[in-house]
């Protein structure tokens, strides 16, 4: 048995493939009421994010049903009809990643076409996601947290001792390598109380928190590609928790001192004081402007839900004409002013911060401390 039949074997044995799909593969068992003639069915990975299907019928026009089944729905799904001329019938379809069961039904008999898959593919990254023109991705870099300490090769860990390009700014509390560990496949940076004077550049009572932050300062950077985050915060409705995560210019290529012209991309920013929001902010040359909701030079958002205290998801897909920022899937912010600031490389940082300005951090009223920034798994593409 050949590795695609016994992927395929697998799936029909716990129930996420339909009885049948063995037959496109040339081995469907005989039925006594299985007709002698069907509608002809043949796929092709289109170039545009999209599948073609072309086939032949027993009569020359004929009205056919396009469904497609997926092992998360576990159902057919009815797509569009299409009818064939002198006996043959072409159509595009949505491609997916998942493992996609294609096939077409005869409106008049009931009829339908073998079954034809689409088959994932996987790499480091997992599941290779389809890029706008229909190519997949391959994975450039990814972090799973699946060992018991922070992988060097791959992370720096910010401290006040060492300030680098890329530091977070505005935060009531200095950065410690003792608020950042991985444990149970996860990163998990924190904010807490430390002891007096940890801080020295802080002022007043604040100067006994710190918190945690980690890049691939000189370690890793990409210009363009996806770049994806699952992580949880500490859940509360008190101000003075913020967690992020962002890309900031590779200082080895760009000259950030120019900053916000030399650019930033500010994918999810948490804040404990909006409970239910995560929201992305694009730095450049237009911050001059203040916050731009619409058009194309839009650089932030107030619409981005994402629950405190869940598991959420964080993506960027970043080309040379458009930055795109997704929340748990969903697209909740565009920028396309082709500023040549995002047209570098950047790296990537992770940051638990405690609260300033709107967001402060009230001694007399906290939020939860110590506070954890909790990361399952970074993943950038090409």
Same mark, same amino acid.
């Not at 009885?19 to 593969?25: D, E, H, K």
């Not at 007096?196 to 002022?203: I, R, S």
């Given at each position: ?29 005989? &039925? ?28 020359? &026009? ?152 980690? &890049? ?22 008190? &101000? ?143």
């Amino acid at each position: 048995m050949n590795i695609t039949r016994m992927v395929v074997a697998l799936l029909l044995g716990v129930g996420l493939l339909p009885a049948g799909v063995l037959g496109q593969f040339g081995v469907e068992r005989a &039925s006594a009421a299985a007709p002698t003639v069907r509608p002809v069915l043949n796929l092709h990975v289109h170039t545009n994010g999209r599948v073609r299907l072309t086939g032949e019928t027993r009569l020359k &026009s004929e009205t056919l049903y396009v469904e497609r089944y997926t092992v998360f729905d576990k159902k057919y799904t009815r797509m569009q009809a299409i009818t064939s001329t002198n006996h043959r019938f072409s159509v595009l379809m949505p491609a997916r990643t998942v493992w996609t069961i294609y096939t077409v039904r005869e409106a008049r008999t009931g009829v339908h076409s073998h079954l034809r898959s689409i088959q994932p593919r996987f790499d480091a990254c997992g599941l290779r996601p389809l890029r706008g023109d229909g190519t997949l991705y391959y994975c450039s870099w990814n972090e799973e947290f699946n060992g018991t300490r922070l992988d060097a090769s791959k992370w720096y860990v910010h401290s006040k001792e060492t300030p680098v390009s890329g530091n977070r700014a505005g935060a009531a509390a200095c950065y410690s390598p003792d608020n950042v560990s991985v444990s149970n496949g996860s990163l998990r940076l924190v904010a807490r109380y430390a002891s007096l004077l940890e801080c020295p550049g802080l002022t007043g009572a604040l100067k006994i928190l710190t918190s945690g932050q980690v &890049s691939t300062y000189r370690k890793f950077s990409q210009k363009y590609g996806r770049f994806e985050v699952r992580s949880r915060n500490t859940a509360t409705t008190r &101000s003075g928790l913020h967690e992020a995560f962002w890309l900031w210019p590779d200082d080895r290529y760009v000259d950030v001192s120019s900053w916000p012209v030399s650019g930033e991309i500010d994918v999810s920013e948490t804040y404990s004081n909006y409970p239910d929001l995560s929201v992305p902010f694009v730095h450049s040359r237009h911050d001059a402007n203040g916050q731009i909701l619409t058009g194309p030079n839009t650089n932030t958002a107030w619409h981005c839900a994402a629950r405190r205290g869940a598991w959420n998801t964080y993506r960027l897909d970043w080309t040379s004409r458009r930055l795109d920022i997704y929340v748990n899937g969903k697209l909740c912010m565009t920028h396309a002013s082709g500023d040549a600031a995002f047209d570098q490389p950047f790296i990537l940082a992770l940051t638990q911060l405690v609260g300033s300005g709107t967001n402060t951090f009230n001694l007399l009223a906290p939020p939860p401390i110590p506070a954890t920034y909790e990361v399952d798994y970074v993943r950038v593409w090409n």
